[in-house]
């Protein structure tokens, strides 16, 4: 059992929130007031959003990227990805005091904007903005800002892409970093928090395949702390270059991300990663379901209807 503290009256314990069996807790333990605890936690993820920049692919027109965006067979597979690796580690965070903002278009056809709404509606962190094509950043910002206490204390904010997932605990981790970072951001008003472990998943008609990841700066698991008045957000920088930026810590040790490894990332993979991978199952296969909520069951899901996306395809 984990026990949980608002303010300076503990609450009852309550059990870690993962599946199949819960890392270990620190049994009988009351945390002392932490600095952390006056943090304001948000994270943001774009969900087909059509806005101007903001994606590895150009297009000639908004319309022409809207077309892109939402067509059926890329919509399907977005879904696909969301419900499989973004939500369950949301769901299962141990530290349930956040907001997870999902931006996307208010061009969205029918049939997936209530299809959205009612995934978000089981997760009761999701905040979902609705927006005409902006700039990526501009639009980032706004989506935000709906959100953030402008009198809540400083502001960690996290992003995800819609094919990455988190561990149940990294709410709870990215808030104690505060603690550590407590005299960079008396300092330099921001600083970064890296946590470097996780896996990259790939599913395809071949298979369903892992590698374990210890890589720097990638974006799922990639916190930023900033004052709340500031007029930027996570998304303004860069992932792989936010070292040059503004201090960093990273952390290592434990699973806390993971990627989805297909045509569509923002940032290109290397040969080798597809190289590497290897069938999940045995430890691997529960590492993934007992962190990330990432069960069997579902990857076996994703793998059928891929597959018969594929043959659909002709691929």
Known sequence: MCPSRRGDQPIAPRPCLATPRPLPCRRGHIQTR?????VQILGICRFSYPCYGGFRR????????????YGEERLEERFRYFETFTLPGLRLQTDEDFKFVVLAGNQLPRAYDERLKDLLATLPQARLVQYEPLNHREACLKAMREHIDPDGGVCGQFRLDDDDGVSYRFVERFREAFDD????????????VDYNQGFTVSIDETG?????QQR????????????????????????????RQMTTLTYTG??????????TNGTP????????????????AQRLSRSFGITGEALAKFHDAESKASARAGR
Not at 34 to 38: A, E, M, Q, V
Request: proline residues 3%.
């Open 58 to 69: 150009e297009h000639d027109t908004i319309q022409d990227r809207i077309d892109f965006l």
């Open 208 to 212: 369903i395949r892992a590698c374990a």
């Open 269 to 284: 993979f290397k040969k080798k990663d597809f190289e590497e991978m290897l069938p999940i199952e045995g430890e691997v």
């Open 216 to 243: 720097q700066y990638w974006t799922p698991a990639l916190g930023v702390y900033i004052r709340p008045h500031i007029d930027k957000t996570v998304v303004h920088f860069r992932h792989d270059t936010i070292w």
């Open 254 to 263: 434990e699973d806390m991300f993971v990627r989805g490894l297909n045509s």
């Open 34 to 38: 932490r600095t952390s605890l006056i």
């Open 181 to 192: 970072g407590q005299g960079i951001m008396k300092r330099e008003h921001k600083f970064a």
